[in-house]
């Protein structure tokens, strides 16, 4: 409808790539959003599509869920111009590359944790199923920093068990990336480069942190 089509105007003139404005979309469910994202990626495809294919950059989807992540490729009918991903897997591609950085992320944050766990540990009662089930923790994590300087490339699975020795969690793909964007200029640039347009769907489901530091690094442009 009329209504519908003036939104998508409004939302194709924030996504120009000259002057690009970055923007909220409140909408409930049933209310057509999908459709209303997806005709205005074609309409991106059809303004920008031979640019961002000579520059060899990418529009950014991310998504909640792996059936919305489908969804939305069905319905682009797999455009290559488009790089469409959950929120773990979006964030995994920004990382998988920095394994040094990643080991030096683990270091600090290992050890933290460590440190807490003993500082609780001095303050609890020895003896305890709560004592005990600290102490192998405490076990388990320096097992865990141990084993980093043999690690020649770390692996994730979003939609797994990560359970080798070089596999990240889930809340740690979230976390490092998250850090590296806040963090690292050069980081933000490359994501940048990379992705001129990031839209990001069901936002209020995404994990916050990387959120914010994506609203952060668009501001850095």
Same mark, same amino acid.
């Given at each position: 409808n009329h209504i519908d089509d #003036?939104?998508?105007e409004e939302l194709l003139a924030c996504l120009d790539l000259q002057n690009p404005k970055s923007f909220f979309l409140f909408a409930g469910a049933g209310s057509g959003k999908t459709r209303s994202l997806v005709n205005v990626l074609r309409q991106i495809k059809d303004k920008h599509g031979n640019e961002l294919k000579l520059r060899r950059k990418n529009v950014a989807v991310i998504t909640y869920t792996n059936a919305a992540c489908d969804e939305i490729i069905h319905r682009l009918k797999h455009d290559t111009t488009f790089a469409v991903s959950t929120i773990h897997s979006f964030a995994w591609e920004l990382i998988k590359h920095y394994t040094t950085d990643i080991k030096d992320w683990l270091r600090n944050a290992i050890s933290a944790e460590i440190a807490e766990l003993k500082a609780?540990?001095?303050?609890g009662?020895?003896?305890?199923?709560t004592?005990?089930?600290? #102490?192998?923790k405490i076990e388990n994590k320096k097992s865990r920093l141990s084993t980093l300087d043999r690690i020649s490339k770390f692996a994730y699975n979003p939609n797994g068990n990560n359970d080798e020795d070089n596999s990240l969690s889930h809340t740690e793909v979230i976390s490092i990336s998250a850090f590296f964007l806040e963090n690292?200029?050069?980081?933000?640039?490359i994501l940048i480069q990379k992705y001129p347009i990031l839209l990001i769907d069901e936002s209020q489901d995404t994990k916050k942190e990387l959120i914010n530091c994506l609203i952060l690094a668009s501001r850095e442009k």
């Amino acid at each position: 409808n009329h209504i519908d089509d #003036k939104v998508d105007e409004e939302l194709l003139a924030c996504l120009d790539l000259q002057n690009p404005k970055s923007f909220f979309l409140f909408a409930g469910a049933g209310s057509g959003k999908t459709r209303s994202l997806v005709n205005v990626l074609r309409q991106i495809k059809d303004k920008h599509g031979n640019e961002l294919k000579l520059r060899r950059k990418n529009v950014a989807v991310i998504t909640y869920t792996n059936a919305a992540c489908d969804e939305i490729i069905h319905r682009l009918k797999h455009d290559t111009t488009f790089a469409v991903s959950t929120i773990h897997s979006f964030a995994w591609e920004l990382i998988k590359h920095y394994t040094t950085d990643i080991k030096d992320w683990l270091r600090n944050a290992i050890s933290a944790e460590i440190a807490e766990l003993k500082a609780d540990e001095l303050k609890g009662r020895p003896g305890t199923k709560t004592s005990v089930d600290r #102490k192998r923790k405490i076990e388990n994590k320096k097992s865990r920093l141990s084993t980093l300087d043999r690690i020649s490339k770390f692996a994730y699975n979003p939609n797994g068990n990560n359970d080798e020795d070089n596999s990240l969690s889930h809340t740690e793909v979230i976390s490092i990336s998250a850090f590296f964007l806040e963090n690292k200029p050069l980081f933000q640039k490359i994501l940048i480069q990379k992705y001129p347009i990031l839209l990001i769907d069901e936002s209020q489901d995404t994990k916050k942190e990387l959120i914010n530091c994506l609203i952060l690094a668009s501001r850095e442009k």
